[in-house]
């Protein structure tokens, strides 16, 4: 009796250590994840997350109510213009951006006119190879012929009052 107890207990020990026997699983195709990766989120408008496809959607700016806010010293229709014509500078920049897009300069045709060649006698020019600003005012340094001045500059020429 003993010893069918310690075989009993022994079978149970070495079976709850033994691993369980698991079901098949499925590996077919048309699982759920894969109809969701391969689901293509754009396919009602192709076009409407390209650069400038804002001009074919209905984006405008919300009407004027009785609850609206309105500065103060503005009525409803002053401030409805303003509102407009934010609306018209807010969309004229945005085509002009539009305009310009995908249009590059090509690096090596910019490398080589500013000068920034193999040699390195970019490093002796003043601007050590960039491109600069202009500027209102004539900084180069060179003298501006007395001819060229307005009578109000020029010594003894301006009219006194």
């Known amino acids: 009796m003993k010893f069918a107890a310690v075989l009993v207990a022994s079978l149970s020990v070495a079976s709850a250590f033994a691993p369980a026997a698991q079901p098949k699983q499925s590996t077919a195709m048309n699982a759920l994840f894969d109809d969701i990766a391969n689901m293509d989120l754009w396919t009602p408008k192709k076009d409407q997350n390209t650069y400038g ?71 002796k020019a003043p ?20 001819n060229k001045l307005p009578e109000a500059f020029k010594i003894g020429g301006g009219k006194k009052k």
């Open 53 to 123: 496809a804002r001009s074919g959607k209905n984006i405008k700016t919300g009407a004027i109510g009785t609850k609206s806010y309105i500065p103060a010293g503005l009525s409803a229709a002053e401030y409805a213009k303003v509102r407009a014509q934010d609306e018209k500078k807010k969309s004229e920049n945005y085509q002009k951006n539009v305009k310009k897009a995908f249009k590059f300069e090509d690096f090596t045709q910019f490398y080589l006119k500013r000068g920034t060649s193999e040699g390195g006698s970019w490093l």
């Open 127 to 146: 601007n050590l190879g960039h491109r600069m600003a202009k500027t209102k005012y004539d900084y180069s340094g060179a003298r501006i012929e007395d």
